[in-house]
């Protein structure tokens, strides 16, 4: 969930950010259930389908397709090393899934019938080669179901640290609205033309974006929340923008809006989400 993500994303999702999803799964899972919930619901997957799911992590979306298909196989593809072994060992019980380690945009995908993701398809470095890529494993009435971010002012879950510490932050942090450029990035299809457009370049057709808004919940201690934050929100990479001298300071008002904003365990902030799908 940083913004923006450095020149190669293999390497951040092997080195930095793999290991920090590995650690924080079972939180991650809890907070992204709406989200799941709201692809499955949509996908209707039938016994008999294949599943890809496209930077599947730990790999929560294939496990919960691979129980909706019968005998058919649901195959998690995600170019972390760390994220697709945690994904291996939370299935070894389980015969119709497994997990590959690969890239989703420039290897040869398994065919399938439904092609999955939440929130994986962001991160791809050419969006359309990744997603004609994608479409050539589809047979040909597959379709394609996944999730990914609306803006950072429709998502408070992600972005009130940052709201916490406006002022604090140096100018050309205030001045990169992310997801306005085409990069790898959390909000790179925060706008839904670009979404439609590189979808039908890729060759797809039927393409629908639906807007689902729901309340996101952390629940923990006040410790718990802000190491999560720290570990994979954007509030770790904004502390490295600021003076040393400052940081203690962001950390405090961090602290105090959590205090404010939380409801007994729970830290519940709205969150919306794309849910496309193409054929
Ligand atoms: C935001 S995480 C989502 C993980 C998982 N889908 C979930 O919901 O927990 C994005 C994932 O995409 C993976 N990824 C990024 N680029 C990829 C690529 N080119 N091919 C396959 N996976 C990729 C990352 O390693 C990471 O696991």
Avoid at 75 to 97: I, T
Avoid at 128 to 146: P, Q, Y
Avoid at 163 to 178: F, K, N, S, W, Y
Avoid at 242 to 271: F, H, I, K, Q
């Amino acid at each position: 969930m940083t913004t923006e993500l450095p020149d190669d994303p293999r390497t951040y999702w092997n080195e930095e950010a793999g290991p920090v999803w590995v650690a924080n799964q079972q939180m991650l899972d809890r907070v992204m259930t709406p989200v799941l919930e709201s692809i499955v619901d949509l996908a209707a997957l039938s016994p008999g389908e294949h599943v890809l799911d496209l930077g599947c992590g730990s790999g929560s979306l294939t496990l919960a397709a691979a129980e909706r298909i019968g005998d058919a196989v649901a195959v998690g593809v995600d170019v972390s090393e760390p994220l697709v072994e945690h994904a291996r060992q939370r299935s070894q019980d389980k015969d119709n899934v497994r997990f590959v380690l690969g890239d989703a945009e420039e290897e040869e995908l398994p065919a399938s019938d439904v092609a999955l993701s939440r929130f994986g398809v962001m991160f791809f470095r050419d969006s359309v080669r990744a997603f004609t890529n994608i479409k050539k494993a589809l047979t040909a009435e597959g379709r394609c179901v996944f999730a990914c971010w609306q803006g950072g002012e429709r998502n408070p879950w992600m972005t009130w640290p940052m709201a916490a510490i406006r002022d604090l932050l140096p100018p050309e942090v205030l001045a990169a609205a992310p997801g306005d450029d085409d990069v790898p990035s959390p909000f790179r299809f925060a706008d839904q033309d670009r979404l439609v457009a590189v979808l039908r370049a890729a060759g797809f057709s039927d393409v629908g974006v639906d807007s689902v808004e729901k309340p996101l919940t952390f629940s923990g201690s006040e410790e718990v929340i802000l190491d999560f934050i720290q570990e994979l929100g954007p509030l770790s990479s904004l502390l490295d923008t600021l003076d040393d001298s400052v940081r203690p300071e962001a950390l405090d008002r961090v602290t105090s809006r959590l205090r404010e904003l939380r409801t007994g365990n729970d830290l519940t902030l709205p969150g919306a989400w794309w849910l496309a799908s193409a054929r």
